[in-house]
């Protein structure tokens, strides 16, 4: 299926976030890795205007996607960022994943890359076929991002978001496109996304987690 082709934008767009330091010694699976210090101070509960909240966000390194088809390289370089500072180019990641003027035909292509690209086996291709999905696939997706949002790993998923159903600024027709999820906040179930597409200037912004789940169907996401 054709992939989000619509913006194309030739400059770089860095809005001050910094690479977080990848965690030495990190285990390599999901079940035995601990949340490193700097994401666990993130995400324990603070009061926030009286109103305990339960937030954590990774620091990224954001760019804008340099092709109107590279939403998939993009992505996924921002996603590497929050555990490394040493980034490939967007063409670097456009060859390898491989994404052509078609996109990146499959988020497992995403998790292929990001798991050769950190050294590690912790990236899991997660398929959402269920439209709406089940709640079984909501509640894994919860976990998902939690999970990997609180031991520094950021979540490339993989989206079909028809005009009804749009992230703000979309233009009015379906994208299909990639984007990262960065973090979360459970007092309120919102989650946080580095989109790479800036459609209407929005790049770094809160999205439900009801609405995140009903626009990654019947895609998948790299967890």
């Not at 994401?39 to 009061?47: G, L, N, T």
């Amino acid at each position: 299926m054709r992939r989000f082709r619509h913006v194309l934008v030739a400059s770089l767009s860095v809005i001050g976030l910094v690479a977080a330091p990848a965690v030495a010694g990190a285990a390599e699976t999901k079940d035995v890795v601990p949340a490193p210090a700097f994401v666990r101070a993130m995400a324990a509960p603070a009061h926030v205007d009286g109103v305990e909240r339960a937030e954590a966000v990774l620091n990224v390194q954001y760019q804008v996607q340099q092709a109107g088809y590279w939403c998939g390289p993009a992505a996924t370089r921002i996603a590497l960022s929050a555990k490394t500072g040493n980034l490939p180019s967007q063409q670097q990641l456009a060859n390898e994943l491989p994404t052509t003027t078609n996109g990146t035909d499959w988020v497992g292509q995403v998790t292929r890359v990001l798991n050769n690209r950190l050294g590690t086996s912790w990236y899991e291709t997660k398929e959402m076929p269920n439209d709406p999905p089940t709640q079984a696939q909501r509640d894994l997706l919860w976990r998902d991002i939690v999970l990997d949002v609180n031991n520094g790993w950021a979540i490339v998923a993989n989206i079909v978001a028809p005009a009804n159903n749009h992230p703000p600024g979309y233009p009015n027709y379906t994208i299909y496109h990639y984007f990262t999820v960065i973090g979360y906040d459970s007092s309120d179930m919102t989650v946080k996304i580095a989109d790479p597409a800036s459609f209407g200037g929005n790049q770094i912004y809160w999205l439900t987690f009801n609405q995140l789940a009903t626009l990654i169907p019947p895609k998948g996401y790299a967890a």
